[in-house]
Each structure stands twice: as structure tokens, then as C-alpha cells.
């Protein structure tokens, strides 16, 4: 039988709450939060270090994300949460004190679901995981890419930006950045919003 880090983190974490410790007075508890968190380091190292190695930007635009997973225990998602974020933020700090790469944290809200050619934000415009296509201007590419065009518009903007617009707000009447030619068929007299 395989065990897990998890399944042994809850048997450990089980056990000293039956004996009426607290997890993180256990040897064993501690060394496998400790190899998460080795593991967590050495792969946040590997990424940003590979992204600096073969692109040396001089900023970095990143979301704002929870680092919670839905098939994790309670337990476990905590452990990520609380060092997730210091190990990117540590490496961030190294990167900008050895590089001179600044970082910028944006809202992450919605760039999934918005077009980055026209500003139009409907959850039925990702169609899959790697597919999207703008139910108003008829905008395709590859999800990830418009997600990124979409933190790299939002990294000038102040944090919350979204959701202090005075209404009404309509990002469909924003003027449109791309031509026909790069697959914007934008047409407010022939296009429907809702249209699927």
C-alpha cells in the first residue's frame, strides 16, 4: 500500500490529537511539513528561475491566488497557504535584489473570463481548460495566453480596481485593440452578448 504525505500527515495529526498534543509538537509531523515546504521551494526556484533564465523580464505581473487545492485535507491546504505565499514572496525579494526584476501582484478575478481584446466578461466565453472564445467580438486564443494578456493590462492598475467602477459599467464599449486581421470581429450592430 502507498501512503501519501497527506494520509500520513492525518495519521500523525490523528493520533497526537487523541493523545491530546497539538500536531506540531510531533518529530515526524514536523520533518513532513518541512519536506512539503522543500518540495514547494524547490519547484517555486525551479519555475522562476528557468522564467528569468530564458526570458529576463524586467517585471514580473502575478495573480493574486489563494493556494487552496479541493482534494486536499483542511490540514494540508493550510500548511500550503501559509508557506506557499512566503516562498514566492521570498523568491520574488531574491530575484529582485540579484536581477533587478520588480513584481507586481494583480486581482486575479475574472482575467480567465474576460477578452482581452474587447473587455467583454462572460464565464461562457472559456468554452475548456485551454479554449477561449469572446461571446461578443468573436475573439479565439489559447486560454492561458488571453488570461496573461489580461493580468499584463490589469499590473498598471490599483488593487480592488475591479469592483470600484462607478456603475454603469459596460466593458464591451471600451474601444476594441485589435482589427479583424488579429480575430476581433467586434460589430455592436450584429453582435448579441448573450449569444452562445
Known amino acids: 500500500m502507498l501512503w501519501s504525505p497527506e494520509i500520513i500527515a492525518t495519521l500523525i495529526a490523528a493520533s497526537q490529537q487523541r493523545a491530546g498534543r497539538k500536531p506540531r509538537d510531533s518529530r515526524r509531523y514536523r520533518a513532513l511539513v518541512e519536506d512539503v515546504r522543500g518540495f514547494l521551494r524547490t519547484e517555486v526556484g ?40 512566503s516562498i514566492i514572496q521570498d523568491k520574488l525579494r531574491d530575484l529582485e535584489e540579484r536581477f533587478g526584476i520588480t513584481s507586481t501582484e ?50 498598471a492598475r490599483p488593487n480592488g480596481w475591479l469592483f470600484q467602477v462607478s456603475w454603469p459599467f459596460f466593458p464591451w464599449t471600451s474601444i476594441c485593440r485589435r482589427t479583424p486581421e488579429d480575430g476581433c470581429f467586434r460589430d455592436a450592430e450584429t453582435r448579441d452578448p448573450g449569444a452562445g
Not at 517585471?59 to 487552496?68: C, G, K, Q, T, Y
Not at 464565464?123 to 495566453?145: I, P
Open 46 to 85: 525551479r519555475v522562476l528561475n528557468r522564467l528569468v533564465e530564458q526570458g529576463k523580464p524586467r517585471e514580473l505581473a502575478l495573480e493574486r491566488l489563494d493556494f487552496r487545492h479541493s482534494d486536499l485535507s483542511p490540514r494540508l491546504n493550510a500548511i500550503l497557504r501559509n508557506c506557499g505565499r
Open 106 to 155: 494583480v486581482n486575479a478575478a475574472y482575467t480567465s473570463q474576460t477578452c482581452s481584446c474587447c473587455g467583454y466578461v462572460d464565464n461562457r466565453n472559456r468554452r475548456d481548460q485551454k479554449t477561449f472564445v469572446c461571446l461578443w467580438c468573436g475573439h479565439r486564443m489559447h486560454a492561458d495566453l488571453n488570461a496573461a494578456a489580461n493580468i499584463e493590462a490589469r499590473r
